[in-house]
């Protein structure tokens, strides 16, 4: 009798251990359909465009939006003059005659289920506009055609489609006299631990932005080096960038020497070098201080004991 019960209990504990991972299952799926938004059923050609503008003509692209979602979405877009490739994470306003030279065949726009509209962009740049680079974004505001639940309320997100337009010829070897490296951080100074980052800025004075690839490499004293290539990012004409490595490289040695090599096209570089050393002076000061703490009491150790004997014996 005491087996069966057992027993009874056992296929309990199987089939209460079931519906518990049944229903779990169907929460994180709840979870995870409720955590969805027409933004991640939105995709958009192209996200970035480089342009060649000539003064007094008319230049024409297609930007094409496709719903991936099974319901219809609406988009309202919206020309403004944000720098989406700025470092702050909020955008900071900025003006850009580029917007008015810039009108779209549709500001709102209704796709169907797993369809694809194209928008055409069309830019009239003016005759008599200066030699310099332009740009705009286009921000795409989806909006669900209907909520999936009845309380749940319409999140709306939007993103960025970066226009670059450049007016006049890029000369690759007067943008290199117009580009600097600075801010390099750790440069020149002697450190008590190994930087848990590597910074360095790089600043545009040309009239036009460039697209930026730096290579960074770290040789210590008497080992292999390491290069790494970090992240493009585009400079905007009066504007910088600030790059930010977390080096990977062998930490046990003391001497570093760092090289700084940043293609701005065409084939052309420009560089930066510089060193640091890491020395943990902190420690050795504190042993040096045990050191001498130690000496003291030893010193007053025999001279306590010469004392004591002095004492005895008269």
């Not at 299952?25 to 995870?32: A, C, D, R």
């Amino acid at each position: 009798m005491k087996k069966i019960l057992y027993k009874k209990q056992n296929y309990s504990k199987v089939l209460i251990f079931l519906v518990l991972i049944i229903l779990q299952s169907l929460i994180i799926n709840h979870k995870s359909t409720y955590a969805a938004s027409p933004m991640q059923s939105l995709s958009v050609s192209p996200v970035i465009n480089d342009l060649q503008l000539i003064p007094g003509k008319k230049t024409t692209f297609p930007l094409i939006i496709r719903n991936n979602n099974n319901a219809p979405i609406g988009i309202h877009t919206e020309t403004t003059g944000y720098d989406i490739t700025g470092e702050s994470s909020q955008f900071e306003q900025k003006p850009s005659e580029m917007t008015s030279w810039t009108t779209l065949s549709q500001d709102d726009i209704l796709i169907d289920p797993k369809q694809t509209k194209t928008v055409t962009v069309t830019i009239n740049t003016p005759s008599n506009v200066k030699q310099s680079g332009y740009y705009e974004t286009f921000f795409l505001t989806p909006i669900g055609h209907q909520q999936e639940y009845a309380n749940t309320p319409i999140i709306l997100s939007r993103f960025g489609v970066l226009v670059l337009g450049t007016v006049g010829k890029l000369n690759y070897n007067d943008l290199s006299k117009k580009v600097t490296i600075s801010d390099i951080t750790p440069s020149l100074t002697i450190l008590n631990t190994f930087p848990q980052n590597i910074s360095f800025t790089v600043a545009n004075k040309y009239f036009t932005h460039f697209d930026a690839k730096p290579f960074i490499t770290i040789t210590p004293l008497f080992a292999n080096s390491q290069t790494v290539e970090l992240i493009d990012k585009h400079v905007l004409p009066g504007s910088e960038r600030i790059w930010r490595y977390l080096p990977t490289v062998a930490k046990n040695h003391i001497f570093y020497q760092m090289h700084l090599a940043v293609s701005i096209g065409g084939g052309n570089q420009i560089f930066a070098d510089s060193w640091f050393v890491v020395l943990p002076y902190k420690k050795a000061l504190l042993l040096l201080v045990i050191f001498i703490l130690l000496y003291i009491c030893i010193i007053k150790r025999k001279r306590l004991g010469k004392f004591m004997k002095i004492l005895i014996k008269g």
